[in-house]
């Protein structure tokens, strides 16, 4: 108890679940299973009326299914009944011919068959027949056609019964139910979390060193319930997804394995909690299929769990331990659990919970603008500023003119792409941002600046601006930055009173004479 103590942790608690123990809660009244622990399903056929007549139809299968100690007693009736009739029909043979009335059978008188005298005679005879024994003291002379076809029919008559006992008992013996009594489920089936989600866990064992070929798990739940049109079905049968869509399901059965049934929205068990476990009333069939690596054939193993045998909060202990050279399976632990921290609400409440307490966030609605206002601005913009370019372009060489056109390009690309700050809307017209910043003068070298042409920085339009203010205020002939808040600022490289004194003096000259 140490040991597993310090393995596992001081909270956890050991729980043997044999059912030989007693415990002091009150058990609760046992009810009708619907399939035992052992896989025989509890179910009877009654009133079947003149369907019985199908069972002689298929006498072979009827004969398989029959328990050990009516097959042995149709093996043994079967034969001494076919014995008894033939030998009798031997010494009625013998008979009719007058070979009883010859005791002594003399040399002139040739009998049916030799040495038949009473009817222990003729079943011995039968019997040697039978048997291919042939001792060589009885045989049937060519004097007796009666007898030969009597023997013929004998010999036809017993490899058919032959074939049909001797097959029947064949094939009960090699039926592998027996082989599964060698594959072991744990007594009861837990509750718990693994990977973060809530599970339905049982265990799966092999106890032969064969294999289970192909071996693969399906569970049903059986509860009944009512439709909503009010129809009740009893023992209503739902499937438990055990990784069928992952592949889990196909087990490589070598070791213990623990079966995992996901509790889901879409498992039966979603609003299944710790206290409602105590009021439900189901079953689950467990059904393990395979091939015996053996003999080939196909094996069932089956086994239930009620409400009561499912345990809340508990994990099973592990079986699988290292050894020198090999792993070794401790079988004496195979069906005890221990306590884990789980918590007792179900998976619905749980999702319920955990919705209140991380609400979505509400979307931040944008604050609409006047589009009248906003297109207004845009028109005496781009306007203004189109008139001023193409007079201060006119003016330059050729050469000259087409570096301004590139960089007056740039700068209507600019503004196109000049993204709104927060919580405004930008104009569709040209695409201008609607925040402008007025230039400040005194963010001007004093170099620069003309008494004439003073540069300034707009200010933010303001929504509520009147039409003839906006109109008042003419744009500067150089715009030395335009704010956006996503794009970088586009600089407009005119920066002096007129564009000719930014000129070069060859230059100068060279416009001079044009």
């Known amino acids: 108890m140490s ?154 008559l017993g490899s058919i019964v032959d074939a049909f006992l001797i097959g029947c008992m064949f094939i009960k013996m090699s039926q592998p139910k027996k082989r599964a009594e060698t594959l072991m489920f744990s007594q009861d089936a837990v509750i718990s979390q693994r990977d973060g989600k809530l599970c339905l866990m049982f265990r799966v064992g092999n106890l032969r060193n064969s294999h289970m070929v192909s ?77 015996v690596e053996t003999t080939g054939m196909t094996c069932q193993a089956r086994t239930s769990y009620t409400e009561d ?49 991380s609400p979505n966030p509400l979307p931040v609605a944008a604050t609409p603008s006047s589009p009248s206002r906003c297109s207004r601005r845009e028109r005496l913009l781009s306007a203004d500023f189109a008139d001023h370019g193409e007079e201060q372009t006119s003016r330059l060489p050729r050469k000259l003119q087409r570096m301004s056109s590139t960089k007056e390009e740039f700068f209507r690309k600019g503004l196109r792409t000049g993204a709104a700050l927060p919580g405004e ?20 070298p004093a170099a620069r600046q003309g008494p004439a042409e003073e540069q300034v920085q707009l200010l933010a339009l303001d929504g509520d601006l009147e039409e003839g203010e906006v109109e008042r205020h003419r744009l500067p002939r150089v715009l030395s930055t335009i704010t956006a808040p996503n794009p970088p600022s586009v600089q407009i490289p005119y920066a002096g009173g007129r564009p000719e004194d930014n000129l070069p003096a060859k230059l100068r000259r060279m416009n001079a004479d044009r």
């Open 309 to 357: 045998e499912v345990l809340w909060g508990h994990r099973f202990l592990p079986v699988m331990s290292l050894e020198e050279g090999f792993f070794r399976v401790d079988y004496s632990q195979f069906h005890n659990t221990f306590e884990v921290p789980t918590p007792p609400y179900s998976v619905k409440e749980q999702e319920e919970k955990s919705s209140l307490t």
């Open 215 to 291: 071996a693969q798990i399906r569970c049903k739940l059986i509860k009944s319930r009512q439709t909503p049109e009010g129809e009740f079905l009893p023992l209503d049968q739902c499937e438990l997804d055990v990784g069928f869509g992952t592949g889990a399901d196909q087990l490589f059965l070598v070791s213990p394995l623990t079966i995992c049934h996901e509790i889901n929205p879409k498992s039966p068990f979603f609003d299944l909690s710790q206290r409602s476990l105590m009021n439900e009333q189901f079953e689950i069939v467990v059904i393990l299929e395979g091939i």
């Open 3 to 156: 040991a597993l103590r310090r393995k596992f942790g001081e909270d956890y608690q050991v729980v043997n679940t044999n059912r030989s123990m007693t415990f002091s809660a009150p058990a609760k009244r046992k009810r009708q299973r619907f399939v035992e622990k052992n896989g025989r399903c509890n179910v009877q056929h009654g009133n079947l009326g003149g369907e019985t007549s199908r069972y002689i139809s298929d006498l072979f299968t009827t004969l398989v299914d029959l328990k050990w100690r009516w097959n042995l007693l149709i093996f043994i009736l079967t034969y001494t009944v076919a014995w008894l009739v033939m030998a009798s029909m031997w010494w009625v043979i013998a008979y009719i011919r007058g070979d009883l009335s010859h005791g002594g059978h003399d040399s002139s008188y040739t009998p049916c068959v030799a040495n038949v005298y009473n009817f222990p005679s003729a079943f011995l005879f039968f019997i040697e027949t039978e048997a291919t024994i042939g001792y060589g003291y009885r045989y049937i002379t060519e004097k007796c056609p009666e007898g030969i076809i009597l023997f013929l029919f004998q010999s036809l």
């Open 425 to 444: 809307r930008a104009c569709s017209t040209g695409d201008l941002p609607l925040s402008i910043q007025r230039l400040r003068s005194s963010s001007i």
